[in-house]
């Protein structure tokens, strides 16, 4: 790991960074492993942000990695073999990509009222779906999930369905989109994205130095 620098900003002024991800990405999920300590290690925060793979896809003509020949094959391997070399579990849900909506709108209702647990309900939801192979899709099993952390679960429940929630979920990944986002995982720190778990090393030099 790399020293952080004597310049570096006081922990007061550090910005958060801001991590953006698709439930249904297993690099994402990858990189949920690791966000937390990285930032920790420079006095940062992690700001947790869910998006929708498939309205960004339609922005930038990309398709399922997984779905693609050869190349899906190949990420296929990488991600067990970057599992491993991590020591994080990896077990592939039976439908994939699946539909997250229901979980990125949980995230952002529970980030409302607090932001730290609402991190560690995406944890537990990740863990559902890419440390056990479960399914995340349902409203029900999202709620479970939460309700297991501490959230209201009728109070969730009732928010899934409601319209400012939803509302809420589009503006953000319209957000993303006008941000530059691409994909997932993808990352900002004090303003300089990146793209990939395989970025994680830059992120942390990046955040180590104050730049290059």
């Keep these: 790991m790399a020293e952080s620098s004597d310049t570096a900003p006081s922990s007061e002024t550090r910005a958060p960074i801001e991590f953006y991800f698709d439930f249904s990405s297993p690099y994402g999920y990858l990189a949920a492993h690791k966000i937390d300590d990285i930032a920790r290690l420079y006095g940062r925060t992690v700001d947790w942000k869910?998006?929708?793979l498939g309205v960004i896809f339609k922005s930038t003509g990309a398709q399922p990695l997984l779905d693609i020949p050869l190349k899906g094959a190949y990420a296929h391997r990488d991600?067990?073999?970057?599992a491993r070399f991590l020591g994080v579990p990896l077990a592939f849900p039976e439908v994939m990509p699946?539909?997250?909506?229901?979980?990125?709108?949980a995230v952002y209702w529970i980030k409302d009222?607090?932001?730290d647990l609402a991190a560690t309900v995406a944890r537990a939801l990740y863990d559902e779906a890419f440390g056990k192979g479960g399914d995340i899709r349902d409203a029900e099993v999202v709620v479970r999930i939460a309700a297991e952390h501490g959230v209201d679960a009728d109070a969730l429940t009732a928010a899934l369905g409601d319209p400012a929630v939803k509302e809420r979920l589009k503006f953000e990944v319209e957000a993303a989109l006008q941000a530059g986002v691409c994909g997932s995982p993808f990352f900002v720190v004090d303003g300089e994205p990146f793209w990939g778990a395989d970025r994680l090393d830059h992120v942390e030099r990046w955040l180590a130095t104050g730049g290059w």
Aim: glycine share 0%; no cysteine.
């Design 98 to 105: 699946f539909p997250s909506i229901p979980a990125a709108r």
């Design 50 to 52: 869910p998006v929708l």
């Design 79 to 82: 991600m067990e073999r970057t």
């Design 113 to 115: 009222q607090d932001a």
